[in-house]
């Protein structure tokens, strides 16, 4: 079957950094995305990652490899604002997206 | 731009009866989405559409159908709703089928009592 993993939840601080994981395994690959979705909001696109390495936009990175089965998406200079669920979804040799279930980032003062 | 719009926001439904969720994009993308979201699972894709006139079934169909008469337009209808289908509904729409990220509505809320 096809699974994504990564973790439930997370705390850190505002000003630090924080690097949410996660795996997969599904049939075939054709990229992967990071989403953030505010509690009550849809989600919105942060990322996409279809080669090996690392994509930076602002405060915001992520990072593939492919061989691994693994991506992680990096969170510098924390905001409360960024206190958010992070999606991770991979898109299958179908070119349907399979979705993990997210994981609650909680930014403490 | 108004990108997706879902209506209604929320509803309450018996069991048992119909119900008809919109979702309009004018963004002209060839790609629609239905998702479902429950607390603790991942987005659950329940049809999609690759382009107007021709829809698919996606993880957890049963219980819904949709059409896609033009290319702005993809209803979801539930012909006989179930507790089990209390959930957050999220239309999404992308350029293709196979490029391009996903931008989602802004959801409908539904509880089937």
């Known amino acids: 079957g096809q699974n994504i993993d990564q973790p439930t939840e997370m705390t850190a601080t505002e000003g630090a950094i924080v690097q949410i994981n996660c795996t997969y395994q599904t049939s075939g690959f054709n990229g992967l995305f990071w989403y953030q979705q505010h509690a009550g909001e849809a989600p919105t696109f942060l990322s996409y990652n279809v080669l090996d390495g690392l994509e930076e936009k602002g405060r915001f990175s992520s990072f593939l490899s492919r061989s691994k089965g693994y991506s992680y998406l990096l969170l510098k200079e924390l905001q409360m604002k960024d206190s958010a669920s992070y999606l991770c979804a991979v898109r299958d040799s179908n070119y349907q997206l399979i979705w993990g279930a997210g994981t609650k980032l909680i930014i403490k003062p | 731009t108004a990108g997706i719009t879902q209506a209604p926001t929320s509803q309450i439904l018996a069991a048992g009866r119909s119900m008809t969720l919109r979702c309009t994009q004018d963004?002209?993308?060839?790609?629609m989405y239905w998702y479902r979201q429950d607390l603790g699972l991942g987005l659950r894709l329940i049809h999609y559409s690759n382009t107007a006139g021709t829809t698919g079934k996606g993880e957890v169909p049963d219980g819904y159908s949709v059409s896609r008469a033009n290319t702005d337009d993809f209803p979801l209808t539930l012909a006989s709703a179930v507790p089990s289908q209390t959930s957050v509904y999220f239309c999404a729409s992308s350029v293709g089928a196979s490029a391009g990220e996903l931008f989602f509505g802004e959801g409908s809320r539904l509880t089937v009592l």
């Open positions: 963004m002209r993308h060839n790609a």
